[in-house]
């Protein structure tokens, strides 16, 4: 009998651990699929930079890196910055061509 119980125990704990894994395979995030241009953060996702580790400033800009990249002939480059200036930052290539070695669609 305590054999049964020790299998039975092993058994339920194999089941909850998969359950777990399952739980944690099943939440992906993809920062080309999930990103915005309307909203910061969105999601599982917050744009920004920091000069010391655990204090992000959130990029706040959402058309300075259009309206600057639209000035260079670059109309489909979207993303986000800071207020007052295009660098760093980070943007989603929305045209049909590579532009600046970023694939259509890719983010960086």
């Known amino acids: 009998m305590k054999r049964l119980q020790n299998a039975t125990r092993a058994l339920l704990g194999c089941a909850f651990l998969l359950g777990i894994a399952g739980v ?3 939440t992906l995030w ?8 309307a909203s910061n953060p969105n999601g ?3 744009y ?3 000069t010391t580790l655990g204090n992000i400033s959130l990029y706040t800009n959402n058309m300075f ?3 600057h990249y639209q000035g260079l002939g670059f109309p489909d480059f ?3 910055a800071h207020e007052g ?3 760093p ?11 600046f070695d970023w694939l259509p669609g890719e983010v960086l």
Do not use: C, I, Y
């Open 24 to 26: 944690a395979q099943s």
């Open 30 to 37: 993809n920062l080309t699929a999930n990103f915005s241009t």
């Open 44 to 46: 599982a996702w917050s």
């Open 48 to 50: 920004g930079s920091t």
């Open 65 to 67: 890196v259009t309206e």
């Open 78 to 80: 979207n993303g986000w």
């Open 85 to 87: 200036g295009a660098f």
């Open 89 to 99: 930052f980070v943007a989603r290539n929305d045209s049909l061509v590579p532009l």
